[in-house]
């Protein structure tokens, strides 16, 4: 998978921005980890890749086994996360940016801040991230 050279149009979650800094190979399948771990490594090789930050599933969900039919079993939960993310981080819905001009504004306005608990304290990873 390499976006850059496949023109591949790359839609983010807002909070899987911060998801990503914390990542360590962990997550609710082999599947789900092991597509996660190649998307943030071909993000971080392709740092000028557009991306779209919109509050719906993404490529990372795609993968996920709480995916059902596009919409996330935890629904209300990941979009209190998103909507956090887009207002720290003055980002509006479906608005496109560099992957590295993404990762920037999430590590300025929110983890150099230390406001990732306020805005996802309470998801089941917590206890990865709440290492920080």
Known sequence: MNFEYENKKVTLR????MCFEFYEGKGYSEDFTDH???IIRELENNPNQIV????KTDIVCSH?????????ESQGKVTKYDKAVLQLCKIKEGET???SDFRKKV???ILNKGLRNQVCGDCHWNYI???E
């Open 97 to 99: 940016m560099t992957y």
């Open 36 to 38: 996660m771990g190649i």
């Open 52 to 55: 779209t930050v919109k509050a």
């Open 129 to 131: 991230c709440g290492r």
């Open 14 to 17: 807002p909070h899987h921005g």
């Open 107 to 109: 590590k300025e306005k």
């Open 64 to 72: 996920c086994p709480s995916n059902r039919n596009g919409c996330c």
